[in-house]
Nanobody
Framework: QVHLVESGGGLVQAGGSLRLSCAAS????????MGWYRQAPGKPRELVAR???????NFADSVKGRFTISKDNAKNTVYLQMNSLKPEDTAVYCC?????????WGQGTQVTVSS
């Protein structure tokens, strides 16, 4: 089982930046892929970014060029760097870890972008 703990959310003005962190309870070498999802009130959950075990990444079109995803294998941590934030980025951001046929979820962290 994989336990995920997110941190780094908060309130930021439009145009600002935040970095989210997701610490895994196991070595991320054992995880096939890790990602970040977000869900805003009244909207469906969407995949924001994903990074595979070999470092391949993909992003939602809405965040391309603004967000980056990276990982630190030594710290078993994945990061989501969010730049040029917009009010529409406001959501609860959740970290996920895919291991075999199982997807583990963190509890989420709130990101609020004020205009």
């Amino acid at each position: 089982q994989v336990h995920l703990v997110e941190s780094g959310g908060g309130l930021v003005q439009a145009g600002g930046s935040l970095r989210l962190s997701c610490a895994a309870s196991v070595s991320i070498f054992s995880i096939d892929a890790m990602g970040w999802y977000r869900q805003a009130p009244g909207k469906p959950r969407e995949l924001v970014a994903r990074i595979s075990s070999v470092g391949n990444t993909n992003f939602a079109d809405s965040v391309k060029g603004r967000f980056t995803i990276s990982k630190d294998n030594a710290k078993n941590t994945v990061y989501l760097q969010m730049n040029s934030l917009k009010p529409e980025d406001t959501a609860v951001y959740c970290c996920t870890a895919d291991q075999g046929y199982t997807t583990y979820w963190g509890q989420g962290t709130q990101v609020t972008v004020s205009s």
